[in-house]
């Protein structure tokens, strides 16, 4: 598969990022750590892997703006393309030596994403998505599941965190969605949870209160896998919502009706 020039400064930013998290992961137990908020938590594995990743992608792409979970906004000269950037999604899982977190890198361009990273590194497997252009794991053409029944699908779910998002809320949604689905996880990130679904790992996934720099990836990922993804309420303006739904057609109907019901 022969990448393009944009897919090549997006994989070595972000490979070069991952050396970095490995070998933090590699010491966990000597991090510095700081609670953000309560059961939010930062490293200085998130804000180094965050800090290399803008420098390349800063190089190879002067101008674009970024919006990175640990650094903020930073308007670019060029205000029609952005980077929206996790360095480090499962944090919690990081710093507890439990081995599945990724980097996630999306590109915005005129309102749209157009292109998106995730590399797991413990697993080495490295998700891209370009619109228009497929996505692929390690070079394998990805492509959401066929299932269409939810009493067959394996469905991942986000939790809410202590003061963030409404926990009645999703009891209701988990009541309603657990009983009639074969399975269900939480893994800890959202950026792999949403290659799953694109990669049919998994056949359906919703979560609230996520951020940009979680989704972007995963949403140019899902679209090109040929999955189904909105907000939690059918809409299309999933930043805004700060949730998503996704999943194949078929379930990605099913959940979308009991999250509405
Ligand atoms: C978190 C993960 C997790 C999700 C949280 C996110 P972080 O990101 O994606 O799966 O449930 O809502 O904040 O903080 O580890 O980058
Ligand atoms: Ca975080
Ligand atoms: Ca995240
Ligand atoms: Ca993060």
């Known amino acids: 598969m022969i990448r393009s020039p944009l897919m090549t400064v997006m ?12 070998r ?14 309560p059961g939010d938590f930062v490293s200085a594995a998130d804000r180094k892997a965050e800090q290399i990743l803008r420098e390349a992608l800063e190089k190879s792409r002067p101008g674009y703006g ?24 499962g944090t919690t899982n990081f710093l507890h030596g439990l081995p599945h977190f990724a980097i996630s ?25 370009e619109k228009g252009k497929g996505a692929f794991v390690n070079n394998r053409r990805l492509r959401v599941s066929a299932r269409r029944d939810l009493v067959d699908a394996l ?3 986000g939790l809410p965190h202590i003061n963030r998002g409404d926990h ?21 990130s959202a ?8 990669c049919g790992r998994a056949d359906g996934f919703w979560e ?15 679209r090109e896998a040929g999955g189904y993804v909105s907000n939690a309420e059918g809409g299309a303006d999933i930043f805004g919502a700060k949730s998503v739904v996704c999943g194949n057609e078929y379930i990605y109907r099913e959940l979308l009706k009991l999250l509405k019901a």
């Open 11 to 22: 994989t070595d930013a972000v490979m070069k990022a991952a050396r970095s998290l490995k």
């Open 24 to 37: 933090d992961f590699g010491e966990v137990e000597n991090l510095q750590v700081s609670r953000k908020g």
């Open 66 to 89: 970024f919006i990175m979970e640990e650094q903020g906004v930073i308007e670019g000269a060029d205000k029609s393309h952005c980077w929206h950037i996790d360095p480090l999604d």
């Open 105 to 129: 890198v999306g590109l915005e361009r005129e309102g749209q994403i157009v292109a998106g990273v995730i590399y797991d590194p413990i697993k080495d497997e490295l998700f891209i998505a």
């Open 155 to 157: 469905i991942i779910c």
């Open 168 to 188: 009645r809320q999703f009891f209701r949604e988990l009541a309603a969605i657990m009983p009639l689905c074969g399975g269900m996880r939480r893994s800890g």
């Open 191 to 198: 950026a792999l949870d949403m290659a799953y679904v694109a």
């Open 208 to 222: 609230r209160n996520l951020h940009s720099w979680d989704m972007a990836a995963g949403l140019i990922l899902l």
